[in-house]
Nanobody
Framework: QVQLVESGGGLVQPGGSLRLSCAASISIFNINVMGWYRQAPGKQRELVATINDLGRTNYPDSAKGRFTISRDNAKNTVYLQMNSLKPEDTAVYYC?????????WGQGTQVTVSS
């Protein structure tokens, strides 16, 4: 069993930045892929970014150039740096981890972009 704890969400004005953190209960060396997803009210959960155990990253077009996923192996933590935030980025952001064939999710952290 892997526990994931997200933090760093909050209220930010349009154009602002936030950094989300996802702390894993195991060494992230043992995690094949970690990712960030988000879900806005009334919408399906969507991919924001992923990073694999080799450090390779992947972003959908909506996140390229504004969001950056990174990892700190010593802290067993993955980060999502979000810049130039827009109101449409408002959502609950979830961290997940793929360990072999098992997928784990965190509880989510709310991000609200509003003036």
């Amino acid at each position: 069993q892997v526990q994931l704890v997200e933090s760093g969400g909050g209220l930010v004005q349009p154009g602002g930045s936030l950094r989300l953190s996802c702390a894993a209960s195991i060494s992230i060396f043992n995690i094949n892929v970690m990712g960030w997803y988000r879900q806005a009210p009334g919408k399906q959960r969507e991919l924001v970014a992923t990073i694999n155990d080799l450090g390779r990253t992947n972003y959908p077009d909506s996140a390229k150039g504004r969001f950056t996923i990174s990892r700190d192996n010593a802290k067993n933590t993955v980060y999502l740096q979000m810049n130039s935030l827009k109101p449409e980025d408002t959502a609950v952001y979830y961290c997940n981890a793929l360990v072999r064939l098992d997928l784990y999710w965190g509880q989510g952290t709310q991000v609200t972009v509003s003036s």
